[in-house]
């Protein structure tokens, strides 16, 4: 018998409607379009405003149904929700189970996972395990944040990053053997100090002080987390190709976390690739954080085949990154 393997069988996505452009940015904060394009890539970015929705749950939610009725399934078959996010509606209750309710995914059980940029990479393989493991044969993960909860629109260095948007991916048995190969997944807790958000946790409850020194919002040091950010995420693509011993043509896609293009670039290269092997939207959606893997997958879904041989690749706060290689399934 063969192997059971675990394959994404679809894709839904949600970006919200209000795009605030690099032009926008420079009336509120003191930066350019000429910097940010070329230091980072970005153009515009999404961001939810309070008329369209509120919270992450309704980034997931509309990424889940837009899944849901493409791929014409009952949501009751749904068995678990996985909601990956660094912004979750709320601290103690889970936002996965809200989704699930709200789809109609009675029978499911959820809960939220989170790895900062790397919550959702981390989910393909929490999912993937279930299904391997003959459990459960569909699983919903949902990569979304609301970043502009978080994002101080005062401070240059990160508010011209940061994006909202959700995307998610069906992940069901396969008996073809495509689907998850194989993954390299690291975490390095030294690197919280260079990204994260110090207000809001058990470390620092929210108090006036708290809040008036603007600590419930993200800060980043760039420059460090870029460097961590190039040598192991392209280190961790290269060991992926390594190991399984695929060369720059048996790869037909690099799926990379949509931080800076320079980052991307770096593991482009790194990997031996061309620009046209290279998924890439940040341009239009900056850093959605858990969304920018699957709002890949989402955009670039009518170009991908059966067979093909795909490489993800992250890396966020924590740190946390790695790389998982995939064949497509459909
Ligand atoms: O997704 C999670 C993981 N996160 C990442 O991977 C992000 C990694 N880091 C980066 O992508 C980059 O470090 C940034 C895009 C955040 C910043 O780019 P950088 O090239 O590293 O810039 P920098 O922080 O070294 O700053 C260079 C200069 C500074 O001015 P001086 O000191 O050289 O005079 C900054 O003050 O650019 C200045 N600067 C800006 N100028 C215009 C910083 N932010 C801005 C801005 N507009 N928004």
Not at 257 to 283: C, E, F, P, W, Y
Request: with cysteine; aromatic share 10%; charged share 25%.
């Amino acid at each position: 018998m063969n192997k059971l393997t675990a394959a994404i069988t679809a894709v839904g996505g949600y970006v919200p409607k209000f795009i605030l452009t690099n032009k926008m940015l420079e009336e509120i904060v003191d930066t350019n379009d000429e910097w940010i394009t070329t230091r980072t890539g970005i153009k515009e970015r999404r961001v939810l405003k309070e008329e369209e929705g509120e919270g992450t749950s309704f980034l997931a939610i509309k990424a889940a149904e837009d899944l849901i009725a493409k791929k014409n399934i009952n949501p009751e078959e749904i068995d678990l929700v996985i909601v990956a996010t660094a912004t979750p509606d709320n601290m103690v209750a889970s936002t996965a189970a809200f989704v699930a309710s709200e789809i109609g995914a009675k029978d499911a059980f959820a809960y939220d996972l989170l790895a900062a940029c790397s919550s959702f990479l981390f989910g393909m393989s929490t999912a993937a395990s279930y299904i391997e493991s003959g459990r459960y044969k569909k699983v919903l993960l949902i990569g979304a944040d609301k970043m502009s909860s978080i994002l101080d629109y005062e401070d240059r260095t990160t508010c011209i990053i940061f994006g909202d948007g959700a995307g998610a991916v069906l992940f069901e048995p396969n008996s073809e053997g495509l689907g998850l190969q194989d993954e390299y997944l690291r975490a390095d807790g030294s690197g919280r100090k260079f990204l994260g958000m110090e207000g809001g946790g058990s470390l620092m409850p929210a108090t006036v002080e708290s809040v008036t020194n603007k600590k419930h919002y993200i800060f980043q040091e760039g420059r460090a987390v870029f460097k961590f950010a190039v040598s192991n995420m392209a280190g961790a693509a290269a060991e992926i190709m390594e190991r399984n011993s695929l060369s720059h043509e048996d790869v037909d896609w690099l799926v990379p976390h949509q931080a800076n293009k320079r980052i991307i670039d770096a593991t482009s290269n790194r990997m031996g690739l061309d620009g046209d092997k290279v998924m890439m939207n940040i341009q239009k959606y900056g850093n959605t954080t858990s969304g920018t893997l699957p709002l890949l997958l989402f955009d670039y879904e009518k170009q991908l085949k059966k067979g093909d041989n795909l490489v993800f690749a992250a890396f966020g706060g924590g740190f946390t990154w790695g790389s998982i290689y995939l064949k497509w399934a459909y």
